[in-house]
Nanobody
Framework: QVQLVESGGGLVQAGGSLRLSCAASGRTFSRHTMGWFRQGPGKEREFVATISWSGGRTFYADSVKGRFTISRDNAKKTVYLEMNSLTPEDTAVYYC???????????????????WGQGTQVTVSS
């Protein structure tokens, strides 16, 4: 079992930056691939970024590539999402998630994730 709590959201102007954190509890965090997803107003929840359980592999949605960076600290049981050059289109509730399976490959599929946080709101003003 993995419990997840996101933090770091807020209101930022376009062009600004935010760093989201996701703190995990449970003994198996270091064995789970982690992902960030987001859900904008009136939109489906969409994939943002993922990092493998070892931290050795990451990949991103095209819409955030080059602007967002995912990282993890297994000793602190925390995954991060560094977001730069934010635009109003990045406004959404951001969720972190852990894969159902341990030692899974990095994945963008929602169905591969069974553990979710409650989300943190990011609002980017123009």
């Amino acid at each position: 079992q993995v419990q997840l709590v996101e933090s770091g959201g807020g209101l930022v102007q376009a062009g600004g930056s935010l760093r989201l954190s996701c703190a995990a509890s449970g003994r198996t965090f270091s064995r789970h691939t982690m992902g960030w997803f987001r859900q904008g107003p009136g939109k489906e929840r969409e994939f943002v970024a993922t990092i493998s359980w070892s931290g050795g592999r990451t990949f991103y949605a095209d819409s955030v590539k080059g602007r967002f960076t995912i990282s993890r600290d297994n000793a602190k049981k925390t995954v991060y999402l560094e977001m730069n050059s934010l635009t109003p289109e990045d406004t959404a509730v951001y969720y972190c998630a852990a894969t159902t399976a341990t030692y899974a490959s990095a994945t963008s599929y929602r169905s591969d994730y069974d553990y979710w946080g409650q989300g943190t709101q990011v609002t980017v003003s123009s």
